[in-house]
């Protein structure tokens, strides 16, 4: 399992690189391969300064070891070996009507000291996060991401949709990061499902993804907006750094693991403001989208 869907992301970075490039029309993704001391290693690709993508990654990564203690507490257990693969991505346009977009599918095994496989999960997902709320974007978005969890169980989509809202949720704010999507971790064998399911499943979502997005983006790009536009962007931007610094799992995972500093800190955009006691003007789109972020929506 390990070995089938590691070749499946290296094959979706190679398709999601591919669209996001497309639409991009100038600036091209540069690639780094890097190693982890303890074992494995990645691929990261970064784009930077484009006429439409400010600057996003698209990375995999297959890492393997002992298992590190902040891992060893997380699980309840002791020592044991680990492997561990998976694709994250970030993407910030350079148009504020163009929402950002985060998705990550990951795969992980533990073994015994015989090497034997005791544990194995699946976990990912995908979630907006605009900084004007285009009402049509959000219900294609959510309806992408139903059509894939349709096929597999009608009852995923709601499930991890709630999963999401509660997941992306900056308490310290008490508001939502975004618009939300999908979101799903701890995905085991059950009476159900298998792991060849869940990797039926969690494939057919990574699948979904270039078809979620690109249309928004098409459609969005070329829209005019003035500075005091740009200026709501990295306000809001400002509230997408704090989560992924204060709440997020795998940033802070990897930042008590060492984990690769500049993979994990690709997520963060490269011009935010933290404007003190900021509020939108009444009755204006800024507002619209904070009142809209105040508590989960159902798109469709």
Same mark, same amino acid.
């Given at each position: 399992?390990?070995?089938?869907?590691y070749k499946y992301i290296q094959n979706l970075q190679d398709q999601i690189v591919s669209g996001l490039e497309a639409v991009e029309g100038?600036?091209?993704?540069?690639?780094?391969?890097?190693?982890?001391?303890?074992?494995?290693?990645?691929?990261?690709?970064?784009?930077?300064?484009?006429?439409?993508?400010?600057?996003?990654?698209?990375?995999?990564?297959?890492?393997?070891?002992?298992?590190?203690?902040?891992?060893?507490?997380?699980?309840?257990?002791?020592?044991?070996? /680990?492997?561990?693969?998976?694709?994250?991505? +970030?993407?910030?346009? *350079? %148009?504020?009507?163009?929402?950002?977009?985060?998705?990550? $599918?990951?795969?992980?095994?533990?073994?015994?000291?015989?090497?034997?496989?005791?544990?194995?999960?699946?976990?990912?997902?995908?979630?907006?996060?605009?900084?004007?709320?285009?009402?049509?974007?959000?219900?294609?978005?959510?309806?992408?991401?139903?059509?894939?969890?349709?096929?597999?169980?009608?009852?995923?989509?709601?499930?991890?949709?709630?999963?999401?809202?509660?997941?992306?949720?900056?308490?310290?704010?008490?508001?939502?990061?975004?618009?939300?999507?999908?979101?799903?971790?701890?995905?085991?064998?059950?009476?159900?499902?298998?792991?060849?399911?869940?990797?039926?499943?969690?494939?057919?979502?990574?699948?979904? /993804?270039?078809?979620?997005?690109?249309?928004? +983006?098409?459609?969005? *790009? %070329?829209?005019?907006?003035?500075?005091?536009?740009?200026? $709501?962007?990295?306000?809001?931007?400002?509230?997408?750094?704090?989560?992924?610094?204060?709440?997020?799992?795998?940033?802070?995972?990897?930042?008590?693991?060492?984990?690769?500093?500049?993979?994990?800190?690709?997520?963060?955009?490269?011009?935010?403001?933290?404007?003190?006691?900021?509020?939108?003007?009444?009755?204006?789109?800024?507002?619209?989208?904070?009142?809209?972020?105040?508590?989960?929506?159902?798109?469709?």
């Amino acid at each position: 399992m390990k070995n089938k869907f590691y070749k499946y992301i290296q094959n979706l970075q190679d398709q999601i690189v591919s669209g996001l490039e497309a639409v991009e029309g100038k600036a091209k993704f540069r690639e780094d391969i890097w190693e982890r001391p303890e074992g494995g290693g990645g691929r990261t690709r970064v784009i930077e300064n484009g006429d439409v993508f400010e600057k996003g990654g698209v990375n995999i990564s297959a890492v393997h070891g002992k298992l590190p203690d902040a891992m060893q507490k997380m699980f309840g257990v002791g020592e044991a070996d /680990f492997f561990a693969c998976g694709l994250s991505l +970030v993407i910030h346009p *350079k %148009n504020p009507m163009v929402p950002t977009v985060h998705a990550n $599918w990951r795969y992980f095994e533990m073994y015994d000291d015989d090497g034997k496989v005791i544990n194995q999960w699946f976990g990912g997902g995908q979630d907006l996060t605009p900084y004007y709320l285009f009402e049509e974007d959000a219900i294609h978005f959510h309806q992408t991401c139903k059509t894939a969890c349709d096929k597999h169980n009608v009852d995923f989509y709601p499930k991890y949709k709630k999963q999401c809202d509660e997941y992306f949720w900056n308490a310290h704010r008490n508001e939502a990061r975004g618009i939300g999507g999908l979101f799903f971790d701890y995905c085991k064998t059950t009476q159900e499902m298998s792991m060849e399911n869940w990797f039926n499943f969690v494939t057919e979502i990574g699948n979904s /993804f270039l078809e979620a997005y690109i249309p928004i +983006v098409e459609k969005r *790009k %070329n829209i005019p907006y003035s500075e005091a536009q740009r200026s $709501w962007q990295e306000i809001r931007r400002g509230r997408y750094v704090e989560f992924n610094l204060v709440h997020d799992k795998g940033t802070l995972f990897g930042l008590k693991t060492n984990g690769r500093i500049e993979s994990i800190l690709m997520s963060l955009p490269p011009h935010v403001q933290w404007v003190y006691d900021h509020h939108p003007e009444k009755g204006s789109k800024e507002e619209k989208l904070i009142h809209v972020l105040e508590k989960p929506k159902d798109w469709i």
